[in-house]
Structures are given as C-alpha cells and as structure tokens.
C-alpha cells in the first residue's frame, strides 16, 4: 500500500462542475501539499496545509489530521483547471507523493 | 525572476553514459531537492541538500551523486547510465524543508 494514496485516478467532468479530489495519507506529516502538473509537465504548488481548509480563487484544500485526509475542491470547473493534482505528505525534507489525479474539464 | 532553472530540457543517453543534469535558482533558497517521475508513479526524492556543502540522499539515490558548492546550484550526475533511469526529473528549491517548493520544468531522460 502506498503512504499517499489518491483517488480517483482520472476525472473526466464537464465546464461548471464541482470537482473533489481525495487525498489519503498513512506517514506522519508536517504539512501536506496540494500540487497542479500542467499538460506541459511544470509543477505548481497550489497549497500547503497543516490543518484545517484554506482558499485560493476557486480552489478550496482542506484536512483532517485524525482522518489522515486531505480533499482538493474546485469550484465552477473550467478546461484550463485540466491537469494532473498531486498530493504530498510527510515531515520536512521527506514528502511522499500521490500518483497524481488526471482532471479533464470538457468545455 | 527566473526562479528554478533546469537544463536540459530533453536527453537521449546510451547505456553506460554519464551526463549532469543543471539546477539553478535565483530566489536564495537554502533547500534544494531533485526528484523524478516515472509514468503512473508518485515523485521520487533522489537527493536534496538543506544549505551549500551539505547534501543527503532521499528515498532512491542509487546510480545518482550530487554536490552543492553555492547556494544557487545543485547538479545531478549520472555516472553511468542505465535504462532504470528513464525517467522525468525535477528539480525545486524551498526556503525551508517545510515550506512550500518551486518547481523546475523537469528534464525528460531516456537512457537506450
């Protein structure tokens, strides 16, 4: 079993939808981050979390420390929002990723 | 700010091989992190170093070394390669270990 699982693994949705992508994680952390891959390969930090929800625009991260849980939301989806999110976990220097969730925003 | 600079963008390496992957950044952070991404899996942290002259190997560092002579750089070597390696790496630096990273745009690596 990984120590930073995510699902679902492909998300298709269509313009204006609500997304949610999950987050489990098994590791002792410090803070657990909420990564965007563009189609191009670069990465961005979208958030880094050690408790409760923080916002960004349309985007909404939250975590529950005794669940071992973190969510990513988005709100009114677009296509731009397509991506692969990565989910982070650990303490310090030593984060384990997710596998990363593949989001397709159709228009 | 150019912020994390990763060079080269793409590379074919025949077996046995070695090359140095280039990592500079410009925003003075003290931690600095190599990576790679194979296709369906999670990043690996290969190496990372938390100041100039300290590095410290991650969680698959076999096959790699790394040296951190200034602030700004922090070069990956592959002596020699192996088709193990073909891989996606990142580099990204960090003020700290537990703030957040920036990101490089990745080195695409195929090694035949």
């Known amino acids: 079993k990984n120590e930073v699982e995510q699902s679902p693994q492909n998300l298709t949705a269509q313009e204006g939808e609500f997304i949610t992508i999950n987050c489990s994680y098994s590791?002792?952390?410090?803070?657990l981050h909420w990564l965007q891959q563009h189609p191009g390969g670069g990465i961005v930090s979208l958030f880094m979390l050690s408790s409760g929800k923080k916002k960004h625009g349309r985007l909404i991260a939250t975590i529950n420390i005794q669940e071992k849980h973190s969510s990513l939301h988005i709100t009114a989806s677009h296509p731009r929002d397509s991506a692969v999110y990565i989910c982070?976990?650990?303490?310090?220097?030593?984060?384990?990723f997710g596998a990363g969730t593949r989001l397709t925003v159709k228009p | 700010n150019a912020g994390v600079t990763q060079t080269p963008k793409f590379r074919i390496l025949k077996i046995g091989q070695s090359m140095t992957l280039q990592c500079t950044q410009d925003?003075?952070?003290?931690?600095m992190y190599w990576y790679r991404q194979d296709p369906g899996m999670g990043l690996k942290l290969i190496y990372y170093s938390v100041g100039a002259g300290i590095t410290d190997k991650g969680e698959v560092p076999n096959g790699y070394n790394v040296s951190r002579s200034t602030t700004e750089d922090f070069p990956l070597r592959l002596e020699l390669a192996a088709p193990s390696q073909t891989s996606v790496y990142f580099c990204?630096?960090?003020?700290?270990?537990?703030?957040?990273?920036?990101f490089g745009q990745g080195t695409r690596l195929t090694v035949v």
């Open positions: 925003m003075n952070h003290n931690y």
């Open positions: 590791v002792g952390i410090s803070a």
């Open positions: 982070a976990a650990g303490e310090g220097s030593d984060m384990r």
């Open positions: 990204a630096s960090s003020y700290s270990g537990a703030l957040r990273a920036f």
